[in-house]
């Protein structure tokens, strides 16, 4: 089982920056897919990003592309996802995710990821 710990987030105005952390502990560290998701009030968890194992592919979704940047530290063990140019509809609950398999057209699905960080809240206010 693969162990995650989350850090960052936090409240910022509409056009600043983020970064988000997740370190993962345990077994298979490096053969996983990371990725991050978020989950507004109301609405279903959606995937943001992801890198598959050993960093060969990244993946994101449409509404962030060009603004998020996925990326690993290998020594430190590490994902993190910085966020820029934020905006209020980017606010909600962030997760890490890691995931036995090697991402993919799959790896928006939340049912792939056994493993999930405790959350950690971004607001952006308009």
């Known amino acids: 089982q693969v162990q995650l710990a989350q850090s960052g987030g936090g409240s910022v105005q509409a056009g600043g920056s983020l970064r988000l952390s997740c370190s993962q502990s345990g077994w298979m560290e490096n053969r996983n897919c990371m990725a991050w998701f978020r989950q507004a009030p109301g609405k279903e968890r959606e995937g943001v990003a992801a890198?598959?194992?050993?960093?060969?592919?990244?993946y994101y979704a449409d509404s962030v592309k060009g603004r998020f940047t996925i990326s690993q530290d290998f020594d430190r063990n590490t994902i993190y996802l910085q966020l820029n140019s934020l905006k209020p509809e980017d606010s909600g609950m962030y997760f890490c995710?890691?995931?036995?398999?090697?991402?993919?057209?799959?790896?928006?699905?939340?049912?792939?990821?056994?493993?999930w960080g405790q959350g950690t809240q971004v607001t952006v206010s308009s």
């Open positions: 995710a890691a995931g036995k398999f090697s991402c993919g057209n799959v790896w928006r699905s939340a049912y792939n990821y056994a493993s």
């Open positions: 890198i598959s194992p050993q960093a060969r592919s990244v």
